[in-house]
């Protein structure tokens, strides 16, 4: 059973429409991850926060926008977007490790959010 | 730009038959990651490699990090319908600033197990 939760786990929204996806995790991991699934494909990574701050933005389109209220805990708000968008979300969390520490940073996945933009 | 390549893109084999997946980095990692993927699912952590010449075993899956750390693979014996799915490999890249869990993807080995 995956320790990172998100809701919903289906979305379907139309391109006019403003929702959010939700994520939690409760492991006291400090990194933060959203990642895009085409079918088939492997996660492309959109965005990571670091200590509730944002550090890695993909050059994702500002129709969405991501947001870390606290260190548990990951939004990402959606705004007139594309068919092209739908895919499945994942959210993943990981441990933020220093420079001397070459192991770690394993990422755990939720079990994603499936979205079809109508 | 950072490239990890995994083949083959698809398997499917028999019941009892081993089964292979090869990732290869155009650069040094730091440590790779196996991830697998049931259809309709998530990715499920399996493992991770971080020493070079490194070699892990759950059962019957066998990790191999190459001794130039550039290199992994993933071998299952004797397959059951159990192990289908995608398997991904997953580089961190060695000597970046960044230490979060940047991970570079192959594109998967989807294998089908025939009963």
């Known amino acids: 059973d995956t320790e990172v939760t998100q809701t919903p786990k289906h979305l379907v929204m139309g391109m006019t429409n403003k929702k959010s996806l939700k994520c939690e995790q409760h492991m006291g991991h400090r990194a933060m991850y959203w990642y895009k699934q085409k079918a088939k494909k492997p996660p492309e990574l959109m965005f990571v926060y670091s200590y509730e701050k944002l550090s890695i933005n993909e050059s994702v389109p500002s129709r969405f926008s991501p947001e870390c209220p606290n260190s548990s805990l990951l939004n990402l708000h959606l705004h007139a977007l594309q068919p092209e968008d739908s895919a499945l979300y994942l959210c993943a969390s990981s441990q933020v490790g220093t420079g001397l520490i070459l192991s770690g940073n394993t990422i755990y996945f939720g079990e994603g959010s499936w979205l079809t933009v109508v | ?115």
């Open chain 2, 1 to 115: 730009g950072q490239q990890v390549m995994q083949i083959p893109q698809y398997q499917h084999v028999q019941e009892g038959e081993d089964f292979t997946t090869y990732c290869n980095s155009s650069t040094t990692l730091s440590n790779i990651q196996w991830y697998k993927q049931r259809p309709g699912g998530h990715p499920v952590f399996l493992i991770q490699l971080v020493k070079s010449g490194e070699v892990k075993k759950q059962k019957r899956l066998t990790f191999q990090f190459g001794e130039a750390k550039k290199n992994s693979s993933l071998h299952i014996t004797a397959t059951q319908t159990t192990d289908v799915g995608t398997y991904f490999c997953a580089g961190k890249v060695q000597g970046r600033g960044s230490t979060l869990g940047r991970l570079y993807f192959g594109r998967g080995t989807q294998l089908t197990v025939w009963p």
